[in-house]
């Protein structure tokens, strides 16, 4: 597999902004329907994309390579997946501290432990991927279609920030506002002390006064969306489209996933 950092041009310490102009860049120059456009680069490019966009996916793949990624460019995992038949979408989702735990104990909690990986914050979270697959008939070929589809939306009542209005973010009272806490796990190797994620604040060390009633303080409650697509006047395969941003939306304004459409003849 080739590196997605190359595909897409940019530097390994590129930020998510950077990553997604490029990204958009490439796809608007190699797609299928423009002159010049090549149907295979175009599908590289959105393989690339879907790795790098996904900060788990990227974490993984900057450590492990593509042996960290599974099946790389297809299935995503925590996405929404989906399909549609004529203009109807139908979406499937993907959808204390200080206490001493006593519990099963493996080497990838020995591994957690020294590495630091239990004390990542956790935060917003970018929106899930949503994939459909369009079967197109001849009549629809070189016309625009409109589709509409259920998924996660941005809260209208407190506009993403999850805090109900007229109220606001305070400091979270389990960890003092450090987003950390500190536990003790009991191992068959002894008694360990270990710096983890608040599970109260995600590691944020701020919680609201009071949670937005409509989304229950998630940032993002489930509404109806609608997009537009051209479809190519010559369809002879599979045809990939990428729409970044127009996936499920991110929880308390994290950023939103993306839509990948197939059309298939």
Not at 4 to 19: C, F, N, Q, T, W
Not at 114 to 136: H, I, L, N, T
Not at 189 to 211: D, I, L, M, R, S
Request: proline letters at 4%.
């Amino acid at each position: 597999m080739k590196d997605p950092y190359s595909i897409l041009g940019v530097s390994r310490s590129a930020s998510a902004d950077e990553i997604k102009k490029a990204f958009r860049s490439l796809a608007h120059k190699l797609h299928p329907d423009k002159k010049g456009g090549d149907a295979e680069k175009f599908k590289e490019v959105n393989e690339a994309y879907q790795v790098l966009s996904d900060t788990e996916k990227r974490a993984q793949y900057d450590r492990f390579g593509f042996a960290g990624q599974g099946s790389y460019g297809g299935g995503q995992q925590g996405g929404g997946h989906a399909g549609f038949d004529g203009t109807n979408f139908w979406d499937f989702f993907g959808g204390g501290g200080g206490q001493q735990q006593q519990a099963g104990f493996g080497f990838e909690d020995v591994f957690n432990m020294f590495s630091g990986a239990g004390a990542a914050p956790r935060g917003p979270q970018k929106g899930e991927d949503m994939y459909f697959q369009v079967q197109v008939e001849k009549k629809d070929l070189g016309k625009t279609r409109t589709f509409s589809f259920e998924g996660f939306t941005s809260c209208a009542t407190c506009h993403t920030s999850g805090v109900k209005p007229g109220s606001r973010m305070k400091s979270c009272d389990t960890c003092k506002g450090s987003g950390q806490v500190r536990q003790q796990v009991r191992t068959p190797f002894g008694v360990f002390a270990q710096t983890g994620v608040c599970n109260a604040c995600e590691g944020q060390g701020e919680t609201p006064e009071k949670k937005c009633e409509s989304c229950d303080g998630v940032g993002r409650s489930r509404g109806k969306k609608t997009i537009e697509i051209h479809i190519p006047e010559k369809l002879e395969g599979d045809y990939a489209i990428a729409l970044p941003g127009f996936g499920h939306a991110g929880t308390r304004g994290a950023p939103a996933g993306d839509v990948v459409i197939t059309l298939k003849r």
